[in-house]
T-cell receptor
């Protein structure tokens, strides 16, 4: 499974757009990029998944450059409830074994 | 939507006893489920893959005789921590893929195990 690298933590003010980056230099051709959110003492929650370019859903956007060696999760107009750890994972559809990295602790400040 | 539940949500047990944790998929069938362990301020660590009707597959370094996994039906997997010790105290989380081949998984709410 390709390894991912994320900043350990970041702060953002309420109402701002937050961009969370992830590096995955060894991503394979068949790998997809998936992001999860985890609140304290809860199981992770799926946010978004993509393969290339841009993917958008009701909660976030995922930007993937052409070389796919990195990705950026964009959260529009964050609120205090978006304070959580965000995990970026890389793998192929046939492999359900998720390898979580250290994640990025995002703290939203009033 | 699909939901995965866990029971109990927390448990306290004495050292040397065994504890069983249940993971259920509530409105979908899961031939495969996964068990994770998470220590405070750390990431999730995959422990094992639970396979319906067959033996579980354990990750390297996880003792299969200590962490017994049974996947007796398409909606239930259990993790039994045998002869628990204080170092087994952790947050145990299960998950199940939404589709047979999908990177999108539904996670249970987790079980907080404290061994005294």
């Amino acid at each position: 499974l390709a390894k991912t690298t994320q900043p350990i933590s970041m702060d953002s003010y309420e109402g701002q757009e937050v961009n969370i980056t992830c590096s995955h230099n060894n991503i394979a051709t068949n790998d997809y990029i998936t992001w999860y959110q985890q609140f304290p003492s809860q199981g992770p929650r799926f946010i978004i998944q993509g393969y290339k370019t841009k993917v958008t859903n009701e909660v976030a956007s995922l930007f993937i450059p052409a070389d796919r060696k990195s990705s950026t999760l964009s959260l529009p107009r964050v609120s205090l409830s978006d304070t959580a750890v965000y995990y970026c994972l890389v793998g192929d559809y046939g492999n359900n074994r998720l390898a979580f990295g250290k994640g990025n602790q995002v703290v939203v400040i009033p | 939507g699909a939901v995965v539940s866990q029971h109990p949500s927390w448990v306290i047990c004495k050292s040397g006893t065994s504890v069983k944790i249940e993971c259920r998929s509530l409105d979908f069938q899961a031939t495969t489920m996964f068990w994770y362990r998470q220590f405070p301020k750390q990431s999730l660590m995959l422990m094992a893959t639970s396979n319906e009707g067959s033996k579980a597959t354990y990750e390297q370094g996880v003792e299969k005789d200590k962490f017994l996994i049974n996947h007796a039906s398409l909606t239930l997997s259990t993790l039994t921590v045998t002869s628990a010790h204080p170092e087994d105290s952790s947050f145990y989380i299960c998950s199940a893929p939404r589709l047979a081949e999908s990177y999108e998984q539904y996670f249970g709410p987790g079980t907080r195990l404290t061994v005294t």
